[in-house]
Nanobody
Framework: QVQLAESGGGLAQAGGSLRLSCAAP????????IDWYRQQPGKQRELVAG???????NYADSVKGRFTISRDNTKNTVYLQMDTLKPEDTAVYYC??????????????????WGQGIQVTVTS
């Protein structure tokens, strides 16, 4: 698995906002799917938001209306805008994409990429 470069995490107060960024390698031709996961202390990793190949976006009930996925195809970067943060949003956040890059010859290949994980801490 090739790592994506995550940034934008840190400390926020309840009610505040953070935007996570996740940059894919420059040689990526196309990002096909986007998923954002989080892992809270003592819990399993959970999917909080995702965009399918067809562009459909889904959010976990716990973040619906507060988190927003977006992307900048010119920068091969995906984002997770997190608004109205709550202390229970405290977690390590991971981005995950399926992306197409050049393979051998004229072929293309799809690979899965993961971010390294970034801490988000929300204080009350």
């Amino acid at each position: 698995q090739v790592q994506l470069a995550e940034s934008g995490g840190g400390l926020a107060q309840a009610g505040g906002s953070l935007r996570l960024s996740c940059a894919a390698p420059a040689d990526i031709l196309r990002i096909n799917t986007i998923d954002w996961y989080r892992q809270q202390p003592g819990k399993q990793r959970e999917l909080v938001a995702g965009q399918s190949r067809g562009g459909n976006i889904n959010y976990a009930d716990s973040v619906k209306g507060r988190f927003t996925i977006s992307r900048d195809n010119t920068k091969n970067t995906v984002y997770l805008q997190m608004d109205t943060l709550k202390p229970e949003d405290t977690a390590v956040y991971y981005c995950n994409v399926l992306a197409t890059s050049r393979g051998k010859g004229w072929n293309t290949v799809e690979n899965e990429y993961w971010g390294q994980g970034i801490q988000v801490t929300v204080t009350s």
